[in-house]
């Protein structure tokens, strides 16, 4: 068949987009699937195909592979072991526990909103297409543009801030095996943590350049580590240690002790969330995957509520679990402790040492959060690759044939490299100030969910009346719930672009709005330059 042009591609997908709004609902397309007798057609695959594209990847994951994949990029584990001390900055105990709920519920209004969109719309491009549809005609090309760069930045900042915790982890490991900070133990310099950092880089790639049925397996055995390795040290460590606090202090100290110059019980409160706002991110990692996973437009929402909802519970068992330990707060974020202030690692080691004499017990456990911060980069990674394949299949990034190509597997691997290699660079900029990294990965949070609300956005308002609900649907809560999506994203992003230290300093200043701006103008300039004058959003490319 004789390849199409570019504008001929753009009016066949609007003739989808067309039939998608008006004409047939999914329920119709199941419909008509039975009634032509064809029992063995994927859902999924169908709705894709309406949608204007073919059929590239291989659709091979199970429900419960495509939710592990997001709840491994959750990892409950990772998030809360490294931003602990945030949490017990901030509040203490009482933010860490009740903190937890107040940010997973309004999490949980955002995942639903994003279950019902991926429902009708389940493809690769998952937030920058969802955008162009609901956005209409004229608008669809610049929220397109908008929600895709926030998204892919935000998954790239998410790979580099995971990645780099998983080399200073390493790092606070090798220190406690020999000696600890007060014993004369190794600590290795900024350039042996970024080195650290390229290598488990460059093992991700390599793992995610397998076919997605390996890829599927180790996402499974990640979940299953991430659940296990919560209860075990849920348990394990209070149990262990010899000094556990009452239950009196673990539900109602707070803490104000923060050595910051911040005094407001509220303003500490809010900067507490952080930790658990950053903890309950990347289950968009479920739409990515869709074009891969079986009856996606069913599973695929399932994949995201699932991931959040037990991230959720099991979360508020280990926080509760190592909340029971602590007992001398200032003691756990100083520097001077044996693990150079790492609240949560100088916990599991005193747990041991302080039963057995020996803190070798509490680097083992140590070692069970590694390997599970190791999968959450794993499934970062795998996610960001077909972000970035999905939106250079749609001519949005610099030498998009290049990174929308998929190997003899059916995998895009030269995304894949592609990922790994930006979320390498920045970290580098970790060597010449850890303020200038912190503003870099503070998109990881932030930016990710700018991209999550603009959709979401799109359709309380533009998309009210004419949005088309798939398989899942919210049904008459969903404007309510999108709304309280939508005020609850721009409530965080005004609240963690607050300082965080007082007097403010170059060093104390909160970076987080610099960057996010920065990067917003980045996009937008790359806009009104350039891209609007060739990028029309989403293309077919069934005749391509």
């Known amino acids: 068949m004789e390849k199409v042009n570019q504008s001929e591609k753009v ?19 199941a419909t008509m699937v039975g009634i032509s007798g064809d029992q063995s057609v994927d859902s999924g695959q169908t709705r894709l195909k309406e949608l204007g594209y073919k059929q590239e990847l291989k659709r091979d994951l199970s429900v419960f592979s495509n939710f592990a994949i997001s709840f491994s990029i959750i990892s409950v584990l990772t998030g809360i072991t490294t931003t602990y001390n945030t949490g017990l900055r901030f509040g203490g105990t009482v933010t860490l526990v009740y903190g937890w709920f107040v940010a997973g ?25 969802w955008s162009a549809m609901l956005a209409g005609p004229r608008w669809a090309p610049l929220a397109s543009w908008l ?17 780099f915790s998983l080399a200073q982890l390493i790092q606070v490991i090798v220190l406690l095996s020999t000696g600890g900070k007060n014993g004369g133990g190794y600590e290795g310099s900024d350039y042996v943590v970024i080195a650290i950092h390229g290598g488990i880089l460059f093992i991700h790639a390599l793992l995610n350049s397998l076919p997605i049925s390996v890829l599927s397996f180790i996402g499974q055995i990640a979940a299953l580590w991430n659940l296990l390795g919560v209860l075990v040290l849920m348990i394990l460590i209070p149990l262990v240690f010899t000094e556990r606090a009452t239950t009196k202090f673990v539900f109602t100290h707070f803490n104000t002790d923060n050595e910051v110059g911040i005094t407001s019980y509220v303003y500490i409160f809010v900067l507490g969330l952080l930790m658990s706002q950053y903890t309950i991110t990347g289950y968009d990692a479920s739409a990515h995957m869709t074009e891969e996973t079986i009856d996606a437009d069913k599973n695929g929402p399932k994949g995201i509520i699932s991931a959040i909802g037990i991230s959720i519970l099991f979360g508020w068992g280990y926080i509760l679990g190592i909340c029971y330990t602590v007992t001398d707060i200032p003691y756990l974020l100083s520097e001077t402790n044996n693990s150079g202030g790492y609240a949560i690692a100088e916990i599991f080691y005193l747990a041991f040492k302080s039963r057995f004499g020996s803190g070798t017990g509490g680097i083992v456990c140590l070692g069970i959060v590694a390997v599970a911060v190791f999968f959450c980069g794993m499934s970062s990674v795998t996610s960001n690759s077909r972000m970035a394949y999905a939106f250079s299949r749609d001519g949005a990034m610099p030498l998009s044939p290049l990174w929308h190509k998929v190997n003899s597997n059916e995998v895009p691997v030269n995304a894949v490299w592609l990922s790994v290699s930006i979320s390498f660079c920045m970290a580098l900029t970790s060597l010449g100030s850890i303020v200038a990294f912190q503003a870099m990965v503070s998109i990881a949070t932030i930016g990710l969910y700018i991209a999550y609300a603009i959709p979401i956005l799109l359709r309380v308002t533009l998309s009210r009346n004419t949005f088309v609900a798939g398989p899942f649907s919210l049904g008459r809560y969903g404007m309510v719930v999108g709304w309280v999506a939508v005020i609850w994203v721009a409530t965080i992003s005004v609240l963690f672009s607050l300082p965080v230290a007082y007097p403010i300093t170059a060093e104390t200043l909160n970076y987080t709005p610099v960057a996010v701006a920065g990067a917003l103008a980045i996009i937008l300039s790359y806009w009104l330059l350039s891209a609007r004058h060739w990028f029309t959003g989403p293309v077919s490319n069934i005749l391509g």
Do not use: H, K
Not at 147 to 163: K, L, P
């Open 11 to 29: 009016r066949l997908l609007d003739g989808y987009v067309t039939n998608r709004n008006t004409s047939q609902r999914p329920s119709d397309r």
């Open 105 to 129: 519920g309004f999490t949980m209004c955002v995942g639903l909103s994003m279950a019902e969109i991926c429902s009708s719309y389940p493809t690769s491009g998952g937030l920058y297409y």
């Open 147 to 163: 929600t895709g760069w926030f998204n892919i930045v935000g998954q790239w900042a998410v790979t580099a801030s995971v990645d």
